[in-house]
């Protein structure tokens, strides 16, 4: 096998959602090779339909502020509709993640306080020092929300490549009507995911468990 495919292999081997942070900004340098790489992302005719918003210093103290309060005040709606529901094998590897989740910051089953003040933790942002809002074009549909995937796929290599925490978070794209009023973004901008960034707290519990995967998602057709 070549180098290049053995440092993919690792690359995802090892990546894993970080869910606490320490509080040391990241360079700005190291940032912008972050999104130097992850630009590189193939997309639909190439059309490259992500723009991110990516906070530093005050700026994210300032939004997570602001974000906390306004969840405590509004329901969210998310521009893109979220799953229906969760079965079969679907369902049991979310509650796998789930219970992994809970188990390594001592949340027993029936503490809906702890369960609740844990759902909180995306909105602090895992007292991450950096946010990045990734957001498509209305017009591009759902494959720009697709291409939008691909790019949030390169950008968490990159980021662990390059010894950063990252932790892709749906539940920030429940209050897209935040962002889009935050960020002064157009209303054609539809909010795909947030990414918290920064380094990882290795020491803190929360980031001790690590998913499992499945075989390979593929059904072989021959002669």
Known sequence: MSDAFDALS??????????????????????????????????????????VELTEGAATDRLRSRLLAHVREN?????????????????????????????????????????????????????????????????????????????????????????LGAAPQAALATYPDFFREHFSLPENRLVVAGVSLGYPDVAHPVNSFRTSRGDAAVTWHTD
């Open 75 to 163: 329901a969210g709606t998310p521009d893109f509709a979220f799953p229906a529901q969760y079965t079969g094998v679907y369902r049991d590897r979310r509650r796998e993640c789930g219970v992994q989740l809970y188990q390594s910051v001592g949340i027993v089953k029936g503490d809906h306080e702890g369960t609740m003040r844990q759902a909180v933790r995306n909105f602090e942002l895992f007292d991450a020092p950096h946010v990045a809002i990734i957001t498509t074009e209305a017009d591009l549909g759902v494959y720009g929300a697709i291409d939008c995937g691909l790019y949030l796929n390169s950008f968490l290599l990159a980021a662990q490549a390059l010894g």
């Open 10 to 51: 690792t690359l995802l081997a090892d990546r894993w959602t970080c869910r606490q942070f320490l509080p040391d900004q990241v360079p700005r340098a190291t940032l912008e090779q972050l999104l130097t790489v992850a630009q590189r992302t193939p997309s639909w005719c190439n059309t490259q339909p992500w723009q």
